[in-house]
């Protein structure tokens, strides 16, 4: 064990407010950012075959960092989007996938 779990609790975030009322949600991916690499737990039974559907879900998670860089006053939103979309560029194509995993039963809470 390291460190960091003797030292201090992981930080999770909430439960977007819309969710505990909806009648229907599913979470779909989960990121961290552990020791340098990126970790994600993602539910790939989401939409079935219609990987377009991610692309859709990746665009606006976009807007949302590009509304939250304009909230705190570092870039206007377009400008965010303009960078975002120039990292997604320049990593997407080229970027190797280091990646390991499996499948694992959903968690109930």
Same mark, same amino acid.
């Given at each position: ?5 003797? &030292? ?5 975030? *909430?439960?977007?407010?819309? $969710?505990?009322?909806? *009648?229907?949600? #599913? ?5 961290? $950012? ?6 994600? &737990?993602?539910?790939? *039974?989401? @939409? ?8 859709? #879900?990746? !665009? ?22 303009? !960078?975002?979309?120039?990292? @997604?560029?320049? !990593? @997407?194509?080229?970027?190797?996938? $280091?990646?390991?995993?499996? #499948?694992?039963?959903? $968690?109930?809470?």
């Amino acid at each position: 064990m390291s460190d960091l779990y003797d &030292s201090e609790p992981l930080l999770e975030l *909430e439960v977007p407010d819309a $969710v505990p009322e909806a *009648e229907q949600a #599913v979470e779909l991916i989960r990121a961290w $950012v552990a020791d340098g690499a990126l970790a994600v &737990s993602l539910n790939g *039974e989401a @939409f079935g075959p219609e990987p377009e559907e991610w692309g859709r #879900v990746l !665009a606006q998670i976009g807007h949302h960092l590009a509304r939250a860089a304009s909230l705190r006053g570092e870039l206007g939103e377009e400008r965010s989007i303009e !960078a975002l979309r120039k990292g @997604f560029d320049a !990593a @997407f194509p080229r970027s190797e996938l $280091v990646s390991y995993g499996k #499948v694992r039963k959903r $968690v109930t809470h």
